[in-house]
C-alpha cells in the first residue's frame, strides 16, 4: 500500500505573504511531496499534518503554525510578533538551508520583515507621497480583480510559484555568501591601502566590505570582461556613498571620461557621482579608484 501524502493546510480566500513563504518553506522540506488543502473547515484543519496561519493553535510538536490566538505566538524578542512565516523557519529553516548561518541569513533578510509587516509593526518611514512597493504589496496582485473570474485558489497558486522561486534564490545566494565570504575577508587583509578592495573573482561581498571603517571603493570584474569600481555605502539602509566619485566625471562615457579621469580605459561613470564608474581593465579601474580616493 502506497503511503499516504503529508497534508499541508492553510486558509482559504485571500492570501498573504507570510503562509505562501510558510508553505514554500515546508514544500522544501518534503520536496514537493504532499497534498495543499486551503481552508477554514475545522474538521478539515484537524487532518492537517502541518498546519499553517489557521487553526488557533501554534504546536510545534503538532506542526502548527498560528500566530491569531488571542495571545498570539510569541514575538522574536525585539516587540515583532511571529508571523506563521517566522513560525515555520524557526522549526526548519536550519534543515531547509542545510546551516544554521544560512537560515539566520534569510531569517534576518526576510523573516523579520515579513512578520513585522504581516502584523502592523512599522519597519521603515514613508518619503512624503512616496508609496513603498513591499513583496506583502506586491502578492496582492495575484488576489482575484473585479469582473476576473479567477479564484482565489488560482491566484494563490501562481503566487506560489513565484514566492517558492524566490526564497529558493535568496537561500542559493544566502549559501554563495556563507562559501566565498572567505575571499572578501583575504581581499580586505591583503590590501595595502584598505580604502580599495580589488577582487579578482565576482563573489557577494559588498556586505563584508561595508563591515570594515576603512573601504571607500571596491574594484572586481565584470561578465563582459569590463571591471567595475563600486563605492561603498555609508551603511545598508542608504545609498549615500562614503566617498563620491569626482563631480565632473558624473554620466561621462567614451572620450567624456577618459579627458575628465586621464584614464585611457575609462568607459563610463553613472551620472549621480556616487555609484559606479567602469573601466576597460583591471589597471584602469585602480587607477580610477585611486583618483577618486585622492580626489
Known amino acids: 500500500m502506497k503511503n499516504k501524502k503529508p497534508i499541508i493546510i492553510t486558509h482559504s480566500g485571500p492570501f498573504h505573504i507570510d503562509e505562501i513563504l510558510a508553505v514554500a518553506t515546508i514544500d ?30 501554534y504546536n510545534t510538536d503538532r506542526n502548527s503554525f498560528d500566530h491569531h490566538q488571542k495571545d498570539g505566538a510569541g514575538d522574536r524578542g525585539d516587540g515583532i510578533p511571529y508571523s506563521s512565516y517566522g513560525l515555520v523557519w524557526k522549526k526548519f529553516g536550519v534543515d531547509v538551508c542545510g546551516s544554521q548561518e544560512v537560515a539566520d541569513i534569510i531569517d534576518k533578510k526576510i523573516g523579520v520583515y515579513i512578520d513585522a509587516e504581516d502584523n502592523g509593526v512599522d519597519v521603515y518611514k514613508m518619503n512624503g507621497d512616496i508609496n513603498v512597493y513591499s513583496l506583502p504589496k506586491a502578492i496582492k496582485i495575484f488576489h482575484p480583480l473585479f469582473g476576473e473570474s479567477r479564484t482565489f485558489d488560482e491566484g494563490f497558486t501562481e503566487a506560489f510559484g513565484f514566492v517558492k522561486r524566490l526564497l529558493e534564490r535568496e537561500i542559493l545566494k544566502a549559501k554563495k555568501y556563507v ?35 576603512e573601504p571607500l571603493f571596491i574594484v572586481v570584474p565584470r561578465d563582459d570582461n569590463t ?20 563631480k565632473n566625471w ?19 561613470c553613472h551620472h549621480s557621482g556616487n ?3 567602469i573601466a576597460g581593465s583591471k589597471e584602469g579601474a585602480i587607477m580610477l579608484a585611486q583618483l577618486a580616493v585622492d580626489a
Open 28 to 57: 522544501m522540506l518534503l520536496s514537493g511531496e504532499y497534498e495543499l488543502i486551503r481552508t477554514r473547515d475545522s474538521e478539515i484543519i484537524k487532518t492537517g499534518d502541518y498546519v499553517v496561519d489557521v487553526g488557533g493553535e
Open 179 to 213: 562559501d566565498t565570504k572567505d575571499v572578501a575577508i583575504e581581499a580586505y587583509d591583503n590590501a595595502k591601502d584598505k580604502r580599495i578592495i580589488v577582487l579578482n573573482e565576482y563573489v557577494p561581498a559588498m556586505d563584508i566590505i561595508k563591515s570594515y571603517p
Open 227 to 246: 571591471w567595475m569600481v563600486r563605492a561603498i555605502e555609508k551603511s545598508k539602509n542608504t545609498f549615500e556613498a562614503r566617498k563620491l566619485f569626482p
Open 250 to 268: 558624473a554620466g561621462g562615457k567614451g572620450d567624456e571620461i577618459v579627458d575628465a579621469t586621464g584614464v585611457s580605459d575609462a568607459l563610463f
Open 275 to 277: 555609484f559606479l564608474c
